[in-house]
T-cell receptor
Framework: EPEVTQTPSHQVTQMGQEVILRCVPISNHLYFYWYRQILGQKVEFLVSFYNNEISEKSEIFDDQFSVERPDGSNFTLKIRSTKLEDSAMYFC??????????FGPGTRLTVL | GNSVTQMEGPVTLSEEAFLTINCTYTATGYPSLFWYVQYPGEGLQLLLKATKADDKGSNKGFEATYRKETTSFHLEKGSVQVSDSAVYFCAQRNSGYALNFGKGTSLLVTP
């Protein structure tokens, strides 16, 4: 069964460094999402992406964040200069035309 | 604004016990509602959904009914199994298809 994959499973970085979180959505899906979950808090929507552009973003998704689909398979989230409060689990999701979003297993980002 | 509130966990039950996890929402209009489940080390998986008032979503013995009058979507299962141990997330879908989640409720089922 096709699934969304994410790499790495755990990323440790120093404050101020750039990180790129990678996702491979399901191959025939058209809509892509990033969510995050800070420990002990709820899963929060960051951004959605369709047809090579951002279709919706939350107030969390400020200028430090960017997304890209550099080729036909990867979907990336870049944090330009990480802060301590960026430490969280980041989930990628994708969907085709129907309602259901399929989620990846997440990348745990730890900013020291 | 739109929000989802679900009961705090962890919830610990014995096998074959009855499960209820409460979920209420606030929204303008009538959003689609979902329950997602996350097993250890895995991503969020859709468990069930309901797209309009009075709809009942069901899957794997779990069910939830979209109650407009109480703005609720409580998750129930008549007899839980050890394999149901996971974190359960209630969510609503906004107009742009982004999901708005609750905090999640951890369920531990003991033999």
């Amino acid at each position: 069964e096709p699934e969304v994959t994410q790499t790495p499973s755990h990323q440790v970085t120093q404050m101020g460094q750039e990180v790129i979180l990678r996702c491979v959505p399901i191959s025939n899906h058209l809509y892509f999402y990033w969510y995050r979950q800070i420990l002990g808090q709820k899963v929060e929507f960051l951004v959605s992406f369709y047809n090579n552009e951002i279709s919706e973003k939350s107030e969390i998704f400020d200028d430090q964040f960017s997304v890209e689909r550099p080729d036909g398979s990867n979907f990336t989230l870049k944090i330009r200069s990480t802060k301590l409060e960026d430490s969280a689990m980041y989930f990628c999701a994708s969907r085709r035309l129907e309602d259901e979003q399929f989620f990846g297993p997440g990348t745990r980002l730890t900013v020291l | 604004g739109n929000s989802v509130t679900q009961m705090e966990g962890p919830v610990t039950l014995s096998e074959e016990a009855f499960l209820t996890i409460n979920c209420t929402y606030t929204a303008t209009g009538y959003p689609s509602l979902f329950w997602y489940v996350q097993y250890p080390g895995e991503g969020l998986q859709l468990l069930l959904k309901a797209t309009k008032a009075d709809d009942k979503g069901s899957n794997k013995g779990f069910e939830a009914t979209y109650r407009k009058e109480t703005t609720s979507f409580h998750l129930e299962k008549g007899s839980v199994q050890v394999s149901d141990s996971a974190v359960y997330f209630c969510a609503q879908r906004n107009s742009g298809y982004a999901l708005n989640f609750g905090k999640g409720t951890s369920l531990l089922v003991t033999p």
